[in-house]
């Protein structure tokens, strides 16, 4: 329903969107991830029309909305926008907030429309009262039903859980989740939270300077990081050098399958919790030299030589710093071609 093929968008100079090309389909929720300056919010306001693009197309159901010669105004887009510090009208009360884009309905719709949405994220017994009295994930609410009141064909939700303390981030997460799927509303959400972005999207772009690294369904991205970068961001991983011979590769903690077959000097990556831990008994012998008890894991970091590998356990690993181990993989190891090394 929405496609972007190579959008490209400098400031003073500097290119802070390259070449970017995505495609999000019907109901489908897209998140955009990627570190602090990278570009996405940026992309967000192309897509907008807060900002012009200097190439680049968007289209949004068929219809151009901006290329070259023709570009349509923001608010003949029939897009929706959530802004991370929700920007509800303060002397307005919750219900006025709602109903303030469907003008074009007579009164009595307006209101019922307005408090129907606020039922669906139960904000009915709030609606006389003023914004500033909500606490951040009811005021988050509101702003997404007022967005989604009139209709759009697309809402944009910018860093919309970032000012939340994390207990009320998950949980509003959660229920904006049900709510946009319940309306069967498409969304793209700009997040520099890899675990929001893997929770909340069926389709993600990891995103680096200007560009996007990889794409596709959360879950093969982070079985199968195609960079360096992407497999580092979203999540931690243990990024290691090795001589490649088919289907394994040497590395100086022993060898690892890999996913596809290699020969050579390769980098492979490797999850922290696709290693399990044992006592030594044939294999490579490592030290521990750090845990990390974080209540429902651990986290250990086993030296190999001078690398460092880090191990990820359920909670009651009994192993301790220290101690001698050996490491053995449970998942095959993904090859990161040299020349894709990013970060
Ligand atoms: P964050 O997560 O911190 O919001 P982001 O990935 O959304 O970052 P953008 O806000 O898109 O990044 O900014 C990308 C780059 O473009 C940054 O270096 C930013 O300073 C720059 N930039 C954004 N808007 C403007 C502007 N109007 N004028 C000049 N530079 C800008």
């Excluded at 968008?9 to 090309?21: A, T």
């Excluded at 359920?314 to 090394?341: M, N, R, T």
């Amino acid at each position: 329903m929405l496609r972007i093929q190579n959008l490209t968008k400098s400031f003073d100079n500097k290119q802070v969107v390259s070449s970017v090309s995505f495609s999000v389909g019907e109901e489908e929720i897209f998140a955009l991830v990627g570190p602090s300056g990278c570009g996405k919010t940026t992309i967000l306001r192309l897509i907008a029309g807060l900002e012009q693009a200097d190439s680049g197309r968007i289209d949004l159901m068929g219809n151009c909305l901006s290329e070259k010669k023709h570009v349509v105004p923001p608010e003949k887009r029939n897009i929706g926008f959530v802004f991370q510090d929700y920007a509800l009208f303060p002397h307005l009360t919750v219900i006025e907030n709602v109903a303030f884009g469907l003008k074009n309905l007579p009164k009595t719709k307006r209101i019922k429309k307005a408090e129907d949405l606020l039922e669906m994220v139960q904000l009915s017994d709030m609606r006389h009262r003023r914004t500033h009295d909500l606490s951040g994930g009811e005021q988050q609410r509101v702003a997404l039903v007022r967005s989604i009141a009139p209709n759009p064909k697309l809402i944009l939700l910018d860093e919309p859980f970032s000012s939340l303390d994390a207990e009320l981030r998950e949980s509003t997460r959660l229920e904006v989740h049900q709510l946009l799927k319940s309306v069967n509303m498409s969304a793209i959400l700009v997040t520099h939270d890899q675990e929001e972005a893997l929770s909340f999207s069926d389709q993600l772009a990891v995103m680096s300077e200007g560009r996007i690294e990889q794409i596709g369904p959360p879950e093969p991205i982070y079985r199968s990081p195609k960079t360096y970068f992407v497999s580092n961001f979203l999540g931690k991983s243990n990024i290691i050098d090795g001589i490649a011979n088919g289907c394994q590769v040497k590395t100086k903690f022993g060898y690892l399958q890999i996913t596809a077959e290699s020969f050579g000097p390769v980098h492979v990556s490797i999850r922290p919790e696709h290693f399990v831990m044992k006592k030594p008994n044939d294999g490579y012998v490592g030290t521990i030299c750090k845990r990390d008890f974080k209540g429902h894991d651990i986290t250990y970091q086993v030296e190999f030589e001078e690398y460092h590998c880090f191990v990820q356990t359920p909670y009651d690993c009994p192993f301790q710093v220290g101690q001698h181990v050996e490491l053995q993989a449970i998942e095959a190891a993904v090859v990161i071609p040299k020349g894709k090394v990013s970060g």
